[in-house]
């Protein structure tokens, strides 16, 4: 009776410690390919902007920095979808 009711009880403690090691495991993953994926998509606008500055023979300054205004807030906003 007892025994049987402490043994069960300890079952359920391992189940529920084993659960959130992989709660954890797959927490950690996923912002590692989060990251990756912001990384990604940061070097693929940062090209953008770097043959569009070249394109633009760097005399247009203003344009430039809102390119890069623009790239900074797309980034911001991943992030901010990433970190929910």
Do not use: W
Not at 14 to 33: F, L, S
């Amino acid at each position: 009776g007892i025994q049987e009711l402490m043994a069960a009880e300890t079952r359920a403690s391992q189940i529920v410690a084993e659960a959130r090691i992989g709660r954890g495991d797959r927490m950690k993953q996923a912002k590692v390919e989060a990251q990756q994926l912001i990384d990604s998509y940061r070097a693929e606008k940062q090209e953008e902007f770097n043959n569009m500055a070249l394109s633009q023979g760097g005399s247009e300054g203003n344009a430039a920095a809102a390119l890069q205004a623009e790239t900074n807030k797309e980034v911001q906003a991943m992030e901010g979808l990433v970190q929910k």
